[in-house]
Protein backbone atom coordinates (compact mmCIF):
# COMPACT_ATOMS: atom_id res chain seq x y z
CA UNK A 1 0.00 0.00 0.00
CA UNK A 2 1.11 3.37 -0.91
CA UNK A 3 2.75 5.85 2.40
CA UNK A 4 0.84 8.72 3.29
CA UNK A 5 2.34 12.14 4.57
CA UNK A 6 0.27 14.21 6.71
CA UNK A 7 1.08 17.34 9.10
CA UNK A 8 1.25 16.33 12.61
CA UNK A 9 -0.78 18.64 13.65
CA UNK A 10 -3.07 21.82 12.78
CA UNK A 11 -5.29 24.25 14.45
CA UNK A 12 -8.75 25.67 13.13
CA UNK A 13 -11.06 28.68 14.88
CA UNK A 14 -14.79 27.25 15.53
CA UNK A 15 -17.23 27.71 12.59
CA UNK A 16 -14.44 27.82 9.81
CA UNK A 17 -13.51 24.96 7.28
CA UNK A 18 -10.44 22.76 8.50
CA UNK A 19 -8.47 22.01 5.66
CA UNK A 20 -6.32 18.80 6.28
CA UNK A 21 -4.00 17.90 3.59
CA UNK A 22 -2.22 14.33 2.73
CA UNK A 23 0.49 13.38 0.54
CA UNK A 24 -0.02 9.91 -1.18
CA UNK A 25 2.83 10.63 -4.56
CA UNK A 26 3.00 6.91 -4.70
CA UNK A 27 -0.82 6.04 -4.90
CA UNK A 28 -1.23 3.58 -7.74
CA UNK A 29 -4.09 3.47 -9.94
CA UNK A 30 -6.36 1.05 -7.95
CA UNK A 31 -5.74 2.29 -4.62
CA UNK A 32 -8.46 4.58 -2.75
CA UNK A 33 -7.96 7.23 -0.22
CA UNK A 34 -9.72 6.65 3.17
CA UNK A 35 -9.68 9.29 6.28
CA UNK A 36 -10.71 8.15 9.36
CA UNK A 37 -10.73 9.75 12.89
CA UNK A 38 -10.02 9.46 16.29
CA UNK A 39 -11.70 11.97 18.95
CA UNK A 40 -9.41 11.04 22.52
CA UNK A 41 -10.56 8.03 24.53
CA UNK A 42 -12.64 6.72 21.36
CA UNK A 43 -12.02 4.01 18.68
CA UNK A 44 -11.62 5.45 15.05
CA UNK A 45 -14.32 6.22 13.30
CA UNK A 46 -14.76 6.24 9.00
CA UNK A 47 -15.42 9.88 7.79
CA UNK A 48 -15.33 9.34 4.23
CA UNK A 49 -13.14 7.74 1.04
CA UNK A 50 -12.75 8.29 -2.77
CA UNK A 51 -10.95 7.06 -6.26
CA UNK A 52 -10.29 9.65 -7.92
CA UNK A 53 -13.36 11.78 -8.01
CA UNK A 54 -14.24 14.51 -5.52
CA UNK A 55 -16.69 13.15 -2.61
CA UNK A 56 -19.13 14.41 -0.48
CA UNK A 57 -21.26 13.35 2.45
CA UNK A 58 -22.79 14.52 6.19
CA UNK A 59 -19.27 14.68 7.60
CA UNK A 60 -17.00 16.19 4.93
CA UNK A 61 -15.56 16.95 1.76
CA UNK A 62 -12.58 14.32 0.00
CA UNK A 63 -10.94 16.46 -2.89
CA UNK A 64 -8.48 14.38 -4.44
CA UNK A 65 -6.22 16.33 -7.03
CA UNK A 66 -6.14 15.02 -11.16
CA UNK A 67 -2.93 13.34 -10.66
CA UNK A 68 -4.15 12.23 -7.49
CA UNK A 69 -0.75 12.56 -5.93
CA UNK A 70 -2.57 14.20 -3.09
CA UNK A 71 -6.03 15.05 -1.32
CA UNK A 72 -7.48 17.49 1.01
CA UNK A 73 -10.36 16.44 3.81
CA UNK A 74 -11.92 19.78 4.13
CA UNK A 75 -14.46 19.89 7.39
CA UNK A 76 -17.10 22.73 6.41
CA UNK A 77 -17.80 24.02 9.70
CA UNK A 78 -15.68 22.52 12.39
CA UNK A 79 -17.15 22.57 15.92
CA UNK A 80 -15.14 21.23 19.05
CA UNK A 81 -16.49 18.02 18.56
CA UNK A 82 -13.95 17.73 15.45
CA UNK A 83 -10.79 17.78 17.51
CA UNK A 84 -9.34 14.76 17.17
CA UNK A 85 -6.59 13.01 15.04
CA UNK A 86 -7.48 12.32 11.90
CA UNK A 87 -5.46 9.38 9.74
CA UNK A 88 -5.25 9.21 5.98
CA UNK A 89 -4.97 6.17 4.02
CA UNK A 90 -3.81 4.86 0.79
CA UNK A 91 -4.75 0.96 0.27
CA UNK A 92 -6.46 -0.78 -2.95
CA UNK A 93 -9.65 -2.21 -2.57
CA UNK A 94 -11.37 -5.50 -1.69
CA UNK A 95 -7.73 -6.10 -0.37
CA UNK A 96 -9.69 -8.14 2.38
CA UNK A 97 -10.26 -5.34 4.56
CA UNK A 98 -6.99 -4.51 5.84
CA UNK A 99 -6.14 -1.39 7.33
CA UNK A 100 -2.73 0.39 8.60
CA UNK A 101 -3.22 3.91 10.08
CA UNK A 102 -0.17 5.84 10.30
CA UNK A 103 0.32 9.05 12.65
CA UNK A 104 -2.16 10.99 11.52
CA UNK A 105 -2.74 14.73 12.19
CA UNK A 106 -3.79 16.60 15.85
CA UNK A 107 -6.77 18.65 14.65
CA UNK A 108 -7.72 20.90 17.40
CA UNK A 109 -10.98 23.47 17.35
CA UNK A 110 -10.55 26.15 19.03
CA UNK A 111 -13.66 28.64 20.30
CA UNK B 1 -27.40 -2.25 15.98
CA UNK B 2 -25.30 -1.59 18.99
CA UNK B 3 -22.52 -1.22 17.08
CA UNK B 4 -19.04 -3.30 18.09
CA UNK B 5 -19.28 -4.29 21.60
CA UNK B 6 -16.11 -4.61 23.58
CA UNK B 7 -15.48 -6.27 26.95
CA UNK B 8 -14.07 -5.42 29.50
CA UNK B 9 -13.30 -1.28 28.94
CA UNK B 10 -10.95 -1.42 31.54
CA UNK B 11 -8.75 -4.43 33.58
CA UNK B 12 -6.07 -3.67 35.67
CA UNK B 13 -3.80 -6.99 36.48
CA UNK B 14 -0.86 -7.89 37.59
CA UNK B 15 2.16 -9.33 35.45
CA UNK B 16 2.26 -13.07 34.72
CA UNK B 17 -1.63 -13.27 35.22
CA UNK B 18 -3.99 -14.45 32.22
CA UNK B 19 -6.10 -11.69 30.42
CA UNK B 20 -9.06 -12.33 27.88
CA UNK B 21 -10.72 -9.11 26.04
CA UNK B 22 -13.59 -9.80 24.11
CA UNK B 23 -15.42 -8.34 21.51
CA UNK B 24 -19.14 -8.73 19.51
CA UNK B 25 -18.70 -7.56 16.17
CA UNK B 26 -21.73 -5.72 14.47
CA UNK B 27 -24.27 -8.31 12.98
CA UNK B 28 -23.20 -9.11 9.66
CA UNK B 29 -20.08 -8.51 9.57
CA UNK B 30 -17.46 -10.88 8.04
CA UNK B 31 -14.41 -9.29 8.89
CA UNK B 32 -12.99 -8.75 12.47
CA UNK B 33 -9.85 -6.83 13.37
CA UNK B 34 -8.01 -6.63 16.58
CA UNK B 35 -5.70 -3.32 16.93
CA UNK B 36 -4.09 -2.52 19.95
CA UNK B 37 -2.93 1.78 20.53
CA UNK B 38 -0.25 2.99 22.54
CA UNK B 39 1.52 6.30 22.45
CA UNK B 40 4.90 5.00 21.09
CA UNK B 41 3.51 2.77 18.82
CA UNK B 42 -0.09 4.11 17.29
CA UNK B 43 -1.92 1.73 16.14
CA UNK B 44 -1.25 -1.74 15.38
CA UNK B 45 -2.86 -3.98 13.38
CA UNK B 46 -2.97 -7.79 15.26
CA UNK B 47 -4.95 -9.76 13.88
CA UNK B 48 -7.84 -10.31 11.84
CA UNK B 49 -10.31 -12.70 10.55
CA UNK B 50 -12.84 -13.25 7.69
CA UNK B 51 -15.47 -15.59 8.66
CA UNK B 52 -14.01 -16.87 11.64
CA UNK B 53 -10.94 -18.10 9.79
CA UNK B 54 -7.79 -16.09 10.71
CA UNK B 55 -6.68 -14.48 7.76
CA UNK B 56 -3.37 -12.25 8.64
CA UNK B 57 -1.83 -12.90 12.24
CA UNK B 58 1.53 -11.14 11.16
CA UNK B 59 0.78 -8.31 13.78
CA UNK B 60 0.65 -10.55 16.71
CA UNK B 61 3.72 -9.63 18.84
CA UNK B 62 4.35 -13.14 20.18
CA UNK B 63 3.18 -16.49 21.70
CA UNK B 64 1.80 -15.08 24.73
CA UNK B 65 -1.12 -13.48 22.12
CA UNK B 66 -3.85 -15.44 20.67
CA UNK B 67 -6.78 -14.92 19.47
CA UNK B 68 -10.34 -16.79 18.43
CA UNK B 69 -13.49 -16.56 16.55
CA UNK B 70 -15.25 -19.57 17.84
CA UNK B 71 -18.68 -17.72 15.77
CA UNK B 72 -19.32 -14.84 13.88
CA UNK B 73 -20.63 -13.41 16.87
CA UNK B 74 -17.80 -13.88 19.33
CA UNK B 75 -14.06 -13.39 19.61
CA UNK B 76 -11.44 -13.38 21.80
CA UNK B 77 -7.97 -11.77 22.52
CA UNK B 78 -6.13 -13.71 25.39
CA UNK B 79 -2.92 -12.66 26.57
CA UNK B 80 -1.19 -15.17 28.59
CA UNK B 81 1.42 -14.20 30.62
CA UNK B 82 0.88 -10.40 30.56
CA UNK B 83 3.77 -8.19 30.76
CA UNK B 84 3.70 -4.55 31.92
CA UNK B 85 4.77 -3.65 27.98
CA UNK B 86 1.23 -5.11 27.00
CA UNK B 87 -0.67 -2.20 28.53
CA UNK B 88 -2.90 -0.62 25.93
CA UNK B 89 -5.46 0.12 24.26
CA UNK B 90 -7.31 -2.80 22.46
CA UNK B 91 -9.25 -2.03 19.93
CA UNK B 92 -11.84 -4.35 17.82
CA UNK B 93 -13.38 -3.47 14.50
CA UNK B 94 -15.49 -5.10 12.09
CA UNK B 95 -16.20 -4.80 8.60
CA UNK B 96 -18.62 -5.90 5.72
CA UNK B 97 -17.69 -7.15 2.40
CA UNK B 98 -17.32 -4.08 0.23
CA UNK B 99 -20.26 -4.51 -1.83
CA UNK B 100 -22.22 -4.53 1.23
CA UNK B 101 -21.16 -1.33 2.82
CA UNK B 102 -23.71 0.48 1.39
CA UNK B 103 -20.99 3.29 0.94
CA UNK B 104 -20.07 2.38 -2.52
CA UNK B 105 -17.44 0.57 -4.64
CA UNK B 106 -13.72 0.46 -2.63
CA UNK B 107 -14.98 1.32 0.93
CA UNK B 108 -13.88 -0.49 3.41
CA UNK B 109 -15.64 0.82 6.46
CA UNK B 110 -14.18 -0.35 9.97
CA UNK B 111 -16.42 0.35 12.61
CA UNK B 112 -14.54 0.41 16.26
CA UNK B 113 -15.43 -0.95 19.87
CA UNK B 114 -15.00 1.70 22.59
CA UNK B 115 -11.40 -0.41 23.85
CA UNK B 116 -10.14 -1.78 26.01
CA UNK B 117 -8.08 -0.01 28.52
CA UNK B 118 -5.51 -2.53 29.90
CA UNK B 119 -3.02 -1.68 32.67
CA UNK B 120 -0.73 -4.91 33.72
CA UNK B 121 1.31 -4.28 36.69
Known amino acids: DAKTTQPTSMDCAEGRAANLPCNHSTISGNEYVYWYRQIHSQGPQYIIHGLKNNETNEMASLIITEDRKSSTLILPHATLRDTAVYYC????????????FGAGTQVVVTP | DAGVIQSPRHEVTEMGQEVTLRCKPISGHDYLFWYRQTMMRGLELLIY????????DSGMPEDRFSAKMPNASFSTLKIQPSEPRDSAVYFC???????????????????FGAGSRLTVL
Open chain 2, 93 to 111: ASSPPDRTSGKGPGANVLT
Open chain 2, 49 to 56: FNNNVPID
Open chain 1, 89 to 100: IVRVADSWGKLQ
